[in-house]
């Protein structure tokens, strides 16, 4: 049951912290075995290609961020990119926000064109849904998106520093870049979409109702994004 629903998506970990929650007196070890016996597995990951384009002239921030992923507090630092997924109408565009103290998804957008719209778009929802102070550090890689001017006037305007990853290094966005693995792992890959619509409903139920509210991260004590965020803020 728990293993369904989570969409296949948990490992022996995650469904042993969910029995213990539940009040089940089980060992983990129990649990791994249990699953290999019956053949309960997580869903496996592909790659996937880039899809910002770095090659240009405009200015491009220096790497504040460094690889400083774990941060003690919300609206500290946020971090975005873009992805894509087939349709048979063609490629449907993702661009996220993060903030990289829940790895909750505070931004959106989706369209049919690689655009520096479509990011600031995301932007501008994170912007809206947490209204954050002067001072976030904003980090993305340096696609033409993100160092467009308009983009960077939307971040000076709100007190925003940015922050770029180094040039053809994914690791320096690494939160964004493992939930889009997520994403794909758990949804994208066990999916036709004849629509870009069809896509896009799907992808917002995804993370909308179960990636920030109830999907487990073991980096934070298996709780989903929005549980911690609401824990933390009464500890």
């Not at 921030?61 to 003690?72: D, H, I, S």
């Not at 500290?76 to 993702?94: C, F, K, P, S």
Request: glycine residues 6%.
């Amino acid at each position: 049951m728990i293993h369904r629903e989570s969409r296949e998506t948990y490992g022996s970990p995650s469904i042993w912290d969910a029995l213990i929650k539940q009040g089940h007196d089980v060992g983990e070890r129990r649990v791994a075995r249990l699953m290999r016996q019956e053949g309960i597995r997580a869903k496996t990951v592909k790659t996937w290609r880039a899809t910002t384009q770095s090659n240009h002239r405009l200015p491009v921030a220096t790497n504040a961020l460094n690889r400083q992923f774990t941060v003690p507090h919300p609206n500290r630092v946020w971090a975005g990119d873009i992805t894509y997924v087939w349709t048979t109408e063609g490629w449907l565009y993702l661009a996220v926000v993060l903030d990289l103290y829940s790895r909750l998804v505070i931004g959106w957008a989706m369209g049919q064109r690689l655009t520096g719209e479509l990011a600031e778009q995301a932007l501008l929802m994170a912007l809206t849904n947490r209204r954050p102070s002067a001072g976030l550090l904003h980090h993305s890689d340096r696609g033409s998106q993100y160092a467009a001017t308009h983009y960077q006037q939307v971040l000076t305007t709100h007190g925003i520093t940015p922050s770029m990853s180094r040039k053809g290094n994914c690791w320096d966005n690494a939160c964004v870049e493992s939930f889009f693995g997520t994403l794909k792992r758990e949804l994208v890959y066990h999916r036709h979409y004849a629509t870009r619509e069809d896509a896009t409903q799907d992808i917002f139920e995804y993370i909308e109702v179960f990636y920030n509210r109830k999907r487990r991260h073991s980096t934070l004590g298996y709780d989903s994004p929005a549980e911690y965020e609401a824990r933390m803020a009464v500890a």
